[in-house]
């Protein structure tokens, strides 16, 4: 048996990362996935990507990218590339992340790969993606059907497909097939602040199981780094309400 702990989306917010990295070993994850978006929105990207490097090097921790740290990397190359592309105030949050990572920590975030695929037990299949089987900017909601898993990827599907990005937390078996978003570990967004991870249990001969947990975090912390740091104001309720300004 292999417990599996699935953080997603921190977007930029240490505390919470810090927490759903206790939580997750705490309940015994053997290893743990990060499915990307690791900066944008929260005050502390760079401390998010020296935290995360340590995960990797001293834990068993494996990390992909996600669609946002994609665009701060497009956005470090080529800021005029999105003169007109973004609101006011998306631009002013995008602006601001690329200018508060070094060159070396855009180096880790373009060095991830944009998915995993693994055996975690024998017979066990599992695809790992931040959006979906389609790319980083593909999303999979609780609604997902037979016919839409099906033309994102190819059957036989695998036992187990852990995607994020959407925020909305699910596990839904399709098929033999256990899809599982894990939410978001750092930035909610359906009205409740708590943050939140999914634990997948393998088993050899088994069907694999997981649950979503919410966990409770130290948001001042949080608070105070987006006070400080010339941050969009809105961003603050926000994290506060667990919502996203659209």
């Not at 919470?16 to 309940?27: G, H, I, N, P």
Request: aromatic content about 6%.
């Amino acid at each position: 048996m292999m417990i599996i702990g699935i953080i997603s989306d921190i977007h930029g917010n240490l505390p919470a990362l810090e927490t759903a990295l206790e939580e997750v070993r705490a309940r015994g994850a053997e290893k743990v996935i990060g499915l990307g978006d690791w900066v944008g929105y929260g005050p502390f990207p760079g401390a998010v990507i020296d935290r995360l490097r340590r995960e990797e090097a001293d834990r068993d921790m494996v990390c992909i990218r996600g669609n946002y740290d994609e665009k701060v990397l497009e956005a470090r190359r080529d800021p005029a590339a999105f003169d007109g592309r973004l609101k006011p105030g998306k631009w002013a949050v995008l602006n601001w992340t690329r200018k508060h990572i070094s060159d070396d920590q855009a180096a880790w975030l373009d060095s991830l790969p944009d998915s995993l695929d693994m055996t975690p037990v024998p017979g066990c299949r599992m695809q790992v993606y931040h959006g979906s089987p389609e790319g980083n900017e593909g999303r999979m909601y609780p609604s997902i059907t037979r016919e839409a898993l099906k033309s994102m990827t190819a059957e036989p599907f695998p036992e187990i497909l852990v995607v994020g990005h959407t925020h909305v937390p699910f596990v839904k078996t399709i098929d033999g097939c256990m899809i599982v978003n894990g939410g978001s570990a750092g930035q909610p967004v359906d009205g409740d602040p708590r943050p939140m991870f999914a634990q997948i249990t393998v088993t050899e001969n088994a069907p694999p199981a997981a649950a979503i947990i919410r966990f409770q975090y130290p948001m001042d912390e949080l608070l105070r780094g987006l006070h400080a740091s010339g941050l969009p104001r809105w961003l603050i309720r926000d994290f506060q309400t667990g919502t996203k300004r659209k």
